[in-house]
């Protein structure tokens, strides 16, 4: 078990499907990503870098995808979700889309590689 594993098995219930489905998407479309830690979250890690984490607030679970320009970037699909410079904000019942997911990997994945060339 890595630290994306060790962290979800202290979330119970929808929360931790909604963490899940996010780490899901993440690796699914960069499958040589692997779970380390990364500003001390629990993340998958790209080519050393932080590609994505979830997190369990008190009041909202939130996305980092490690990158203030990817989230900035992004601000057209995330007018209904609560963001901060380098945060989403969103909750169990109030998930992001699937194709919002996909863009905010893509964007970080094509910065961690440009930053790497």
């Known amino acids: 078990m890595g630290p994306v594993s060790t962290y979800l098995g202290t979330v119970d219930g929808a929360e931790r499907a909604a963490l899940e489905r996010v ?5 699914k479309m960069v499958p040589e990503a692997e779970e380390g830690t990364s500003y001390a979250m629990a993340a998958l890690i790209y080519r050393g870098k932080g590609l994505i984490a979830t997190v369990r607030a008190r009041k909202f679970l939130s996305i980092y995808p490690f990158s203030g320009a990817v989230v900035a970037g992004n601000l057209d ?3 209904d979700f609560e963001t901060t ?3 989403i904000h969103f909750s169990v ?3 992001l ?4 997911v996909r863009r905010i990997v893509q964007a970080r994945r094509a910065e961690i590689d440009a930053k790497s060339r």
């Open 85 to 87: 410079t380098g945060s």
């Open 93 to 95: 019942g109030h998930q």
């Open 97 to 100: 889309p699937d194709a919002t």
């Open 77 to 79: 699909l995330l007018a």
């Open 23 to 27: 780490y899901a998407i993440a690796h």
